[in-house]
T-cell receptor, first 116, second 112 residues
């Protein structure tokens, strides 16, 4: 079965500093990988995805993520954090076209807190 | 099209009552998913439709839960004889084939 691990329940960072939110995955075949953000009492908003191609994926609001096949990781990054980035972040994986389930499986989420 | 719509946003019900939620996906999206999210957890898959066909159901989905997607457009999720453990946020998402899922704002269910 496919799975996602987000090892940190919470990440704290000062405004203006770089941030990283970690994600590792397990899936059969080549993965499709996603990051979503959730603000209080809201649904999930799509940030970015990796399907194939360049390992560094750029997404919304200045976020990017790096796919590392050997480490089965897809960490979310931003060069300079904003207070407004404070939210809950979810990593998701699906099996894509080559195996595993095409239904996205989500991690437990990481709460990002950016301090002024 | 403004995205995935869910109705109602909030539902408070008494234990034992039936409830029904509606999801209107992005119009050109052929895939529709229902997830459930509880506090401190990520979304858990419940069921999936491709067009009007319900292709997969989670083992989480007890026989008190039923979902439909008539004509491959909107979808409904019904919970019969609600229990306190059903209290959660119910999320609907849609996608075009294996593309990215886009989520609605969710329906928050409170069972008293």
């Amino acid at each position: 079965a496919q799975s996602v691990a987000q090892p940190e329940d919470q990440v704290n960072v000062a405004e203006g500093n770089p941030l990283t939110v970690k994600c590792t995955y397990s899936v059969s075949g080549n993965p499709y990988l996603f990051w979503y953000v959730q603000y209080p009492n809201r649904g999930l908003q799509f940030l970015l995805k990796y399907i194939t191609g360049d390992n560094l994926v750029k997404g919304s609001y200045g976020f990017e993520a790096e796919f590392n096949k050997s480490q089965t990781s897809f960490h979310l990054k931003k060069p300079s954090a904003l207070v407004s980035d404070s939210a809950l972040y979810f990593c998701a994986v699906s099996g894509g076209a080559s195996g595993g389930s095409y239904i996205p499986t989500f991690g437990r989420g990481t709460s990002l807190i950016v301090h002024p | 099209d403004t995205g995935v719509s869910q109705d109602p946003r909030h539902k408070i019900t008494k234990r034992g009552q039936n409830v029904t939620f509606r999801c209107d996906p992005i119009s050109e999206h052929n895939r529709l998913y229902w997830y459930r999210q509880t506090l401190g957890q990520g979304p858990e898959f419940l069921t999936y439709f491709q067009n009007e066909a319900q292709l997969e159901k989670s083992r989480l989905l007890s026989d008190r839960f039923s979902a439909e997607r008539p004509k491959g457009s909107f979808s409904t999720l019904e919970i019969q004889r609600t229990e306190q453990g059903d209290s959660a946020m119910y999320l609907c998402a849609s996608s075009l084939d294996t593309g990215s899922c886009y989520f609605g704002a969710g329906t928050r269910l409170s069972v008293l």
